[in-house]
């Protein structure tokens, strides 16, 4: 089965502090790995994503995410948070190679992040 | 372009009514989904179109009808909706099924079921 966690409903941080949104995930073989935000009334914009390769994976915003195996994690990190980055956080997986996944992405519940000034 | 629209932003319905939610992306993307969502909650994955054929129902109930005119478009035909039906509907679409295709997602419509 695959799954998805993202163990903090709410994260707060001073604007200029670094930020961290912590994901977890379960599959049976290799991933592939999203980060998704979302603004209020919005739809879900794709932040970056981990198919292979390098573990440090750099995105839109000046967000990056760290892959680590043996941890099953896909951490979202920022160096330097605005308040503007404040807004809902998803992390999804898909199996790579698992054709009865095809097309179904596994959402973790979400990570509210609030930056203040 | 990375952009998928979505008509109506909002749309108020009773439960007798008929109406359809309207999805267009123009990036030549050949999977397109529709997407369920209540308030500050994942979203649940309804339906799955790939080159214009139906490839994943979740389950839905069939007051909720899917079409896919042409590999652009996508509809979602509404009847006979129940309260509990009101939600933020998301569109998606993505180069296709296989591989780490990232899905983009439209700004969605905000339904109510009174």
């Known amino acids: 089965a695959q799954s998805v966690a993202q163990p903090e409903d709410q994260v707060n941080v001073a604007e200029g502090n670094p930020l961290t949104v912590k994901c977890t995930y379960s599959?049976?073989?290799?991933?592939?790995l999203f980060w998704y935000v979302q603004y209020p009334n919005r739809g879900l914009q794709f932040l970056l994503k981990y198919i292979t390769g390098d573990n440090l994976v750099k995105g839109s915003y000046g967000f990056e995410a760290e892959f680590n195996k043996s941890q099953t994690s896909f951490h979202l990190k920022k160096p330097s948070a605005l308040v503007s980055d404040s807004a809902l956080y998803f992390c999804a997986v898909r199996e790579s190679d698992r054709g009865s996944t095809l097309g179904r992405l596994y959402f973790g519940r979400g990570t509210q992040l609030t930056v203040w000034p | 372009d990375t952009e998928v629209t979505q008509t109506p932003k909002h749309l108020v319905m009773g439960m007798t009514n008929k109406k359809s939610l309207k999805c267009e992306q123009h990036?030549?993307?050949?999977?397109m989904y529709w997407y369920k969502q209540k308030a500050k909650k994942p979203p649940e994955l309804m339906f799955v179109y790939s080159y214009e054929k139906l490839s994943i129902n979740e389950s839905v109930p069939s007051r909720f009808s899917p079409e896919c005119p042409n590999s652009s478009l996508l509809n979602l035909h509404l009847h006979a909706l129940q309260p509990e039906d009101s939600a933020l509907y998301l569109c998606?679409?993505?180069?296709?099924?296989?591989?780490?295709?990232?899905?983009?997602f439209g700004p969605g419509t905000r339904l109510t079921v009174t």
């Open positions: 599959v049976s073989g290799n991933p592939y």
């Open positions: 990036m030549g993307h050949r999977a």
């Open positions: 998606a679409s993505s180069q296709g099924l296989a591989g780490a295709y990232e899905q983009y």
